[in-house]
């Protein structure tokens, strides 16, 4: 599966697991949201995750899980982190999306 993680996405997600004190972060595209899909984000326990759910490492310890239902909905998209003047946020690149809402947390 061909998910790209920057680097400055890697850092914020190993931050927010950090203080969290979580080894996981799990995405998945839930219906919902008002462009169809939108991009849900939670701490599973180890124990809830499915060996046939997508595994990227992020470094020793902190791993981001990408639902094996939502996968197809994912390939090739980019997570980034971008810090701007109203504010900071993950940034998703879909190339599958057809369209987005404006806040680009919902796509279809």
């Known amino acids: 599966m061909s998910i790209n993680v920057s680097t400055k996405a890697k850092d914020y997600l190993i931050g927010i697991m950090a203080k ?4 996981y972060v799990f995405l998945q595209a839930k219906g ?5 899909y939108k991009y849900d984000w ?29 996968e197809f909905k994912m390939i090739g998209m980019t997570i980034d982190y971008v810090e701007s003047i109203s504010g900071s946020s993950l940034e998703i690149t879909n190339p599958n999306a057809t369209s ?3 806040c680009g947390e919902s796509f279809s």
């Open 20 to 23: 969290s004190g979580k080894r």
């Open 32 to 36: 919902g949201g008002c462009a169809g």
């Open 42 to 70: 939670s701490y599973p326990n180890e124990v809830d995750l499915d060996s046939k759910d997508t595994y990227i490492h992020l470094n020793e310890g902190y791993t981001l899980v990408i639902d094996r239902y939502s």
């Open 100 to 102: 987005t809402c404006g």
